[in-house]
């Protein structure tokens, strides 16, 4: 059975009090590099998948992007994105990303925002997406990097004042489940290795342009300075790509 745990009620109101839910994309420490790999969105299709509060689908109305479809597993995530929307062209869809079944050459531009590590098989997405981008198409994502996702326990390893010591990297070439916690308990996610991403987009056809492992921006830590330690380690990897 598919992960939804964005409808668990706790996680759920947890999830909502985080910066990036609160103020959108700004909120997001990674945003202004995600943002410039994006192509121009200017009559364009755009697909979003895992479109969760449907900050980037708005974004691409924003930018006059012809029609955007947000997919999503959680009732409660598009219950929020239909609540903050009011734009006809913006359709939101309740469906596992895996379950996908567009049409051929549908879309101009597919994004997706930290979503693929709680998916089993990127192999399975990637061809999806591939089949449903024109040719010429761009395919964008964000997932918690590699070095992140290796450990079971994602976390510091702290000394007994509760200083962060270092982030451990153990397990990583043996890829798959981990069970975590994220906001709650019990959270399910996958972890694959770095050239586990790369190769299964140049096995489904895909161009690589441009690969970045992203840090919050200077006026980001000014403004938010908790987050200094983010540049101690990768947390993010954003991978723009072309059919």
Not at 10 to 27: D, I, W
Not at 41 to 56: P, Q
Not at 90 to 111: N, T, W
Not at 175 to 184: A, H, Q
Request: aromatic letters at 12%; one cysteine or more.
């Amino acid at each position: 059975m598919k992960q939804n745990k964005y409808d668990d009620v706790n996680f759920f109101s947890a999830y909502k009090k985080m910066e990036r839910s609160v103020k959108g994309l700004e909120g997001a420490g990674e945003w202004h590099i995600l943002k410039g790999l994006l192509p121009e969105l200017k009559n364009k299709s755009v697909l979003d998948l895992g479109c969760g509060f449907g900050w980037h689908c708005r974004y691409a109305r924003e930018q006059q992007a012809r029609s955007v479809i947000g997919v999503d597993i959680s009732e409660k995530m598009l219950q929020q994105a239909r609540e903050m929307t009011n734009d006809s062209l913006i359709s939101y869809i309740k469906m596992p990303i895996e379950d996908i079944a567009f049409s051929d050459s549908q879309f101009d531009v597919v994004i997706s925002s930290l979503a693929f590590h709680y998916i089993k098989s990127f192999k399975t997405i990637c061809k999806k997406v591939y089949d449903c981008l024109r040719p010429g198409g761009s395919f964008i994502f964000s997932v918690e990097h590699p070095i992140f996702t290796s450990r079971n326990n994602q976390d510091w390893i702290y000394d007994d004042k509760g200083n962060r010591l270092h982030w451990a990297v153990d397990n990583y070439q043996l890829e798959g489940l981990r069970e975590t916690s994220f906001l709650t308990e019990n959270v399910i996610k996958y972890h694959r290795t770095f050239s586990t991403y790369i190769n299964d987009l140049i096995i489904a056809g895909f161009n690589i342009r441009t690969v970045k492992e992203p840090i919050p921006s200077k006026e980001f830590l000014i403004n938010n300075p908790e987050m200094k330690d983010e540049l101690r380690r990768p947390m993010f990897l954003i991978i723009s790509s072309e059919k």
